[in-house]
């Protein structure tokens, strides 16, 4: 339901201080537009409500005595002030809502990221301790064929009667 003449003109598209005839001829262009007679169909959109609304309120008024002493050009200012404060609101609170939003995406980059590094870091890191074991298991190899080497000779040294 329309509440202010500003509200009327804005449904209506026109600018605040808009002559009785510019409603008019505005209301009978969207109505020849939108109304279900004059474009073939047979359901009315919901803005012929809407438009039809704002036209009786307008004229409700401009016939009035409220509207002739023009205390109708405050309310359309108070609402206008209204409106660019509230839509200043809704800028600045959808920019804030979009800067964290940006700071959430970028704060899961950074941790993605670092879990990446901490990644490469740990298999970087096995990587080596699998090489030292095997190098390890390499070399108890080698000393375990030079011990097994030793004794034999000694073994043979002992059946020589080199050793006794």
Known sequence: MIKTNWEALNVLG???GASIEEVKTTYHKLMKAYHPDANGTTKADPLVFRI???YDYLMDHYN???YASNH???DI???????ILGSEDSLRHAATKRQQKEDRYKAEKRMKQRQEERKEAFLRDAEELRKER?????MDKIHAIRAGEVAAEI???MIRGDIK
């Open 14 to 16: 026109l600018k605040p």
């Open 52 to 54: 039809q609304e704002a």
């Open 64 to 66: 009035s005595s409220y």
């Open 72 to 74: 109708a050009a405050s």
């Open 77 to 83: 200012r108070k609402h206008d002030s209204t409106k």
């Open 134 to 138: 095997e190098y390890q298991e390499a």
């Open 155 to 157: 073994i043979r040294a």
